[in-house]
């Protein structure tokens, strides 16, 4: 008597015994049940991070958890925020640029209004995406992060910095929207009407002007792969982000509602603006006009010319068509902005110390100190808490053991020039 051949799972090898469950493929694969239950759970657990329905054996989160992912993200057209709230809500948090908190203040309100615009009129409202520009630490992102934070549509801030073209290493420029469906809980319809801001948009100019025989992966091919995007199309979004693959499944986006910020330092582009300005000197008016030019702050000149002769290939720029600029900060607005904001910089170290019971005081040439050396590092807004947290390091560190020895309830520590010139010198000759 033949001997039975015995059953092997096609995907493990384990061995099947007689009285096991097994799935049977249609070209004789076979499945054993442990196979299968890690399929499932596998697939159920992808399904949920989509916004589907979790896996059986997948422990269900709590109420609290299950009504933050479906965010309250509904609005009407009476609850739309007016540009001069929005302004006011960024004046809270931002010191200076005004123009620019106008700008994104009217293209937010715009942008509401767009998802309840009429159609029986047959005048149809396009969406106007808006790129700003400014020096590294003038607050770009910080205006995206601000304006998310009374914004009733999903937001999503994404780095164009890991962006490569299609086939390359790197992420799909689809992958940009894959965060705005996580924060609207997995609803594409609520996505589908979300705002999405792209930080570091001057990494992917274009390389050079000149013909290579190498291909601009992650520059000019990143532009191409935008443009559809930006403009409003369907696209093919991975559920995870990164490279899309053949056996992937899909989730469908239409980008016709997403409004589209983009922000970008544009290092060196004022020698491409100084450069325009100077070659448009042609007779005695002229002559004059450039004279009264402010060469300290060229930025605010910009033009999309300026943006085609740094890299920006000329259909990406007519699809950001508000083009905004963010001043370099001055002196002043520096210092306003170590101790004004609601987040301000000071506030939150004070808040630090208070929660170990010290009062934390900054002498007033202690902040102009600051100041001063910000400006001479050229760091922009982020370099105050780079020297901050130079300054407070030794002091975090020694100031909650010595009061917890002290027994005390609370004491009072101040700041002063001198400490702060130490603490400074220390660093620097490390």
């Known amino acids: 008597m033949a001997k039975k051949e015995k059953l092997h799972c096609t995907f493990c090898g384990r061995e099947i015994a007689e009285n096991e469950i097994t799935l049977l493929g249609v070209h004789g ?16 657990s992808q399904i949920e991070n989509i916004g589907g329905y979790p896996p059986y054996d997948v422990v269900e989160k709590s109420a609290d958890n299950k009504a933050k992912k479906g965010n309250n993200k509904n609005i009407s057209l009476n609850s739309i925020p007016k540009p001069t709230e929005i302004k006011s809500f960024l004046d809270q948090y931002i010191i200076g640029q005004e ?21 029986d009129d047959g005048v149809e409202i396009e969406k106007s995406n808006i790129l700003l520009v400014g020096p590294t630490g003038t607050g770009k992102t910080l205006l995206a992060r601000t304006i998310a934070r009374m914004l009733d549509v999903p937001f999503a801030i994404v780095d164009a910095t890991v962006l490569t073209e299609a086939g390359y290493v790197g992420e799909d420029v689809e992958s940009l929207l894959v965060r705005l469906l996580e924060d609207a809980g997995g609803d594409v319809k609520k996505a589908e009407k979300g705002i999405v801001f792209i930080d570091e948009i001057d990494k992917i100019s274009r390389k050079s002007d000149n013909p290579s025989i190498t291909r601009d992966v992650s520059g000019e091919g990143v532009q191409q792969g935008l443009l559809k995007l930006l403009e409003g199309t369907v696209v093919n979004v991975p559920p995870h982000g990164g490279r899309k693959h053949p056996e992937q499944s899909f989730i469908e986006v239409n980008t016709s509602n997403i409004l589209f910020i983009c922000g970008g330092a544009f290092e060196g582009i004022e020698t491409k603006i100084a450069h325009r300005l100077n070659t448009q000197v042609v007779g005695f008016e002229s002559a004059v006009k450039t004279t009264q030019i402010d060469r300290k702050n060229l930025l605010q000149y910009i033009q999309p010319q300026d943006l085609r002769a740094y890299g920006l290939i000329p259909e990406i720029i007519g699809r950001l068509p508000i083009l905004t600029h963010l001043d370099q900060l001055s002196k002043e607005s520096l210092k306003r902005i170590l101790t004004e904001p609601k987040n301000a910089v000071i506030k939150q170290y004070q808040k630090l110390m208070q929660m170990d019971g010290i009062e934390l005081i900054f002498n007033d040439d202690v902040l102009d100190y600051i100041v001063d050396k910000t400006l001479e590092y050229r760091l922009g807004a982020r370099g105050l808490r780079s020297l901050v947290e130079t300054i407070m390091t030794d002091l975090m560190f020694e100031l909650p053991t010595k009061e917890q020895d002290k027994e005390k309830k609370a004491s009072t520590y101040t700041v002063t020039l001198a400490y702060a010139k130490q603490q400074i010198e220390k660093a620097n000759s490390l």
């Open 99 to 119: 123009r620019a908190k106008r700008t994104l203040a009217v293209a937010v309100y715009n942008h509401y209004k767009r998802l309840f615009q009429p159609t």
């Open 29 to 44: 694969e076979i499945l054993c049940d442990n196979c299968a239950m890690s399929i499932y759970n596998y697939v159920g």
